[in-house]
């Protein structure tokens, strides 16, 4: 059970392996209180509707299974949306559309139809857990990158010092593809190692 849980860290990590889940991995993390905060959620999406479906997996018919993991997902999507408004507001004013789009994550469907549907509860809590925190690392790690080399900042302490001029290609889409890039590189790097 542990390697279903460490293979969605490094192995088969959702974004810097298998460049899974890249609209929100793109698009919010400007920072790593954004990263972090997307993959959180994410994680908690993926744990919830893999402990649901591998629960019902038995009973949910095979003609409707897609569908069904799709209500499953959406619902537990809503309950992140809802808690994102009430408890931290603007960190999902910044989230903005991605946050609702997490039920179009491909990772999750995709765990769900290729583990927590044949798996029992124990392995499909492993493997989600691993894949959510695989995605969260990867989202903090390029959120804090973008950040430095936009503010100087990660996680809004300064790192770089007043000197530093900011480099605005970092929060636009352009920056993030080239993060992107750069990151899955050296992960590919350090991966070969291995």
């Known amino acids: 059970m542990l390697k279903d849980f460490v293979k969605g860290i490094w192995r088969e990590n959702p974004v810097f392996v298998q460049v899974l889940g890249m609209c929100p991995t793109l698009a919010v993390t400007t920072s790593l209180i954004n990263g972090l905060s ?20 038995k009973v949910i018919p095979d003609q409707v299974r897609i569908a069904s993991f799709m209500i499953i997902i959406a619902s537990f999507v809503t309950v992140v949306k809802l808690l994102f408004e009430a408890h931290i507001p603007t960190i999902s004013t910044q989230l903005g559309p991605y ?38 690392f990867a989202l903090v790690v390029l959120g804090s ?22 480099m605005i290609i970092m929060v636009q889409p352009a920056g993030a593809f080239i993060s992107l890039s750069i990151l899955v590189a050296l992960f590919k790097k350090l991966s070969s190692r291995g």
């Open 145 to 166: 990158v973008r950040e430095l080399f936009y503010q100087g900042t990660i996680a809004d302490v300064e790192i770089l010092g007043s000197w530093y001029k900011s």
């Open 99 to 136: 946050l609702p789009l997490i039920v179009t994550n491909c990772i999750i469907l995709g765990r769900q139809e290729a583990f927590a549907s044949k798996e029992p509860v124990s392995r499909s809590l492993m493997d989600a857990l691993g894949m959510g925190l695989g995605f969260a």
């Open 38 to 57: 997307m993959g959180l959620a994410t994680t908690f999406v993926l744990i919830a509707s893999g402990l649901a479906i591998s629960s019902l997996r």
